[in-house]
């Protein structure tokens, strides 16, 4: 007689082959999901980034951009001022201009000219 050849696999008992691992069971009705602990972690950080933007930086960078707005507008009445200030120097660079704001303002006169002041009525 021969004998069967010898096999290094060994067979399982019959009772394990039939019964699914618990980790592996199809989810059915009834039975609850475990979350995990890094979905939770990942759940938190991702509130916490919505947290930040919409309650934190909005709000900032909203009070940032009007602050912009009126330092655009400040900038751009400086400049304004300025050019009109640079006219301003420029006239009083000029003799002409001087003698007669001198004449206006102060009422004064050349030689030889005579002066005549209108009553205010």
Known sequence: MTKPARSNVLSLPKDQETK???????????????????????????AWAAYVFFFVQTPDMNRLEEDQARLDAQIQQA????????????????????????????????????LFVEPKQ
């Open 20 to 46: 699914p691992h618990p980790a592996k069971q199809p989810a059915g009705k009834g039975q609850k999901r475990r979350v995990k602990g890094r979905t939770v972690v990942l759940l938190g950080i991702t």
């Open 79 to 114: 400049a304004q001022t300025n050019q009109e200030l640079q006219e301003k120097i420029d006239q009083l660079q000029d003799p002409d201009y001087i003698a007669e704001l001198a004449r206006r303002k102060y009422m004064m006169v050349k030689e030889g000219e005579t």
